[in-house]
């Protein structure tokens, strides 16, 4: 996977998602952030069991591809990066160089198919069951 986006859109969508990261859990993928680049958007999702959220980023999507990283140490080095163009790129290994500018960083990432996604809501019901 290859995605390359401005900072600020990556903060922002960080910041919607951290909020359903657990802080402790016995299922390490939780406490992730799913970066799904495997159609013609960017998502990043969050999930605790309970509660989840999925936003859409822009950005470029040079290379498709799945990854989940670790939540913590992925919001700490957006926060960190300059005000220019993020460059995430990850190999088979689930490695990811995350650069900008000057700046890289070298993380781990988990396999994005051990991540429980979101339940599909069509939009056009309504929660009594009528079509809106």
């Known amino acids: 996977m290859k995605i390359i986006c401005s ?15 657990p ?12 970066i799904d680049a495997s159609t013609n958007e960017i998502k990043l999702t969050a999930n605790d069991m309970e509660l989840g959220i999925e936003t859409k980023i822009e950005g470029e999507i040079a290379e498709r ?13 957006v926060r960190k990066l300059p005000d220019n163009e993020v460059t995430i790129e ?12 000057k700046a890289r960083f070298n993380i781990v990432g988990k396999s994005g ?6 339940p599909y809501i069509d939009r056009n019901i309504s929660a009594l069951g009528f079509c809106i």
Do not use: H, P
Request: aromatic share 6%; hydrophobic share 45%; glycine share 4%.
């Open 7 to 21: 900072k600020s859109n990556l903060l922002q969508g960080v910041n919607i998602v951290s909020k359903a990261v």
């Open 23 to 34: 802080s402790r859990t016995t299922m390490a993928i939780l406490e992730c952030i799913l």
């Open 65 to 77: 591809g799945v990854i989940a990283l670790d939540a913590k140490i992925f919001s700490e080095i």
């Open 90 to 101: 990850t190999d088979s290994t689930f490695k990811t160089i995350i650069t900008c500018e």
């Open 113 to 118: 198919e051990d991540f429980s996604y979101l």
